[in-house]
């Protein structure tokens, strides 16, 4: 079974600056999907990212940018210029694809603070 | 675009009642739905998932139950509420072409 490891509960920044959020899995699978999903109060769970197992290439969204380790099974999501509306709960989360369900696999989260 | 609707989005219930939350998606056809449940200050706990009408899997053995009447449906019951069923329960429609999971509003489940 894989897991999923958000080794920070807590995390805060200073508005504009840049925060890394750390995710590492454990899976013996060569194929498949990362991701992280955003959690603000509202507690509407959003995709920020997603990453395929098999591209070397770090996924970016904007503001947002991945550095993905496969070697290591790390996953970690780099957020620049800190805006207020970040602060919110961040999950990593695992997926192999063509299982039945194609399940996710979350990790416990992180809990990220932008300051003003 | 597709779009995944959940209602109530609060429900408070006794102990003891009944229970069907429900959860529709637009704008696609044939996906894959899940429920989950998320207690405060916790991660997200599967509960069940559908890759098709009437096609009901069962991650965690509860009071809970899950139907999916129709393709872009899915229900989330209970006959009996207990206190430990009290959360947020969140529906996830997926794209069987994109495999990513996208998540609905969210329902805030109150048992007292």
């Known amino acids: 079974a894989q897991t999923v490891t958000q080794s920070q509960p807590e995390m805060s920044v200073q508005e504009a600056e840049t925060v890394t959020l750390s995710c590492t899995y454990d899976t013996s699978e060569s194929n498949y999907y990362l991701f992280w999903y955003k959690q603000p109060p509202s507690r509407q769970m959003i995709l920020v990212i997603r990453?395929?197992?098999?591209?070397?290439q770090n996924a970016t969204e904007n503001r947002f940018s991945v550095n993905f380790q496969k070697a290591a099974k790390s996953f970690s999501l780099k957020i620049s210029d800190s805006q207020l509306g970040d602060t919110a709960m961040y999950f990593c989360a695992f997926m192999k694809p063509f299982n039945a369900g194609n399940m996710l696999t979350f990790g416990g989260g992180t809990r990220l603070m932008v300051k003003p | 675009s597709q779009t995944i609707h959940q209602w109530p989005a609060t429900l408070v219930q006794p102990v003891g009642s009944p229970l069907s939350l429900e959860c529709t998606v637009e704008?696609?056809?044939?996906?894959?739905l899940y429920w989950y449940r998320q207690a405060a200050g916790r991660g997200l706990q599967l509960l069940f998932y559908?890759?098709?009408?009437?096609?009901i899997s069962s991650e965690v053995p509860q009071n809970l139950s899950a139907s999916r009447p129709q393709d872009r449906q899915f229900i989330l019951s209970s006959k009996k509420l207990l206190l430990s069923d009290s959360g947020f329960y969140l529906c996830a429609w997926m794209s069987k072409s994109t495999d990513t999971q996208y998540f609905g509003p969210g329902t805030r489940l109150t048992v007292l």
């Open positions: 559908s890759v098709g009408i009437g096609q």
């Open positions: 704008g696609t056809s044939n996906p894959n």
């Open positions: 990453q395929e197992a098999y591209k070397q």
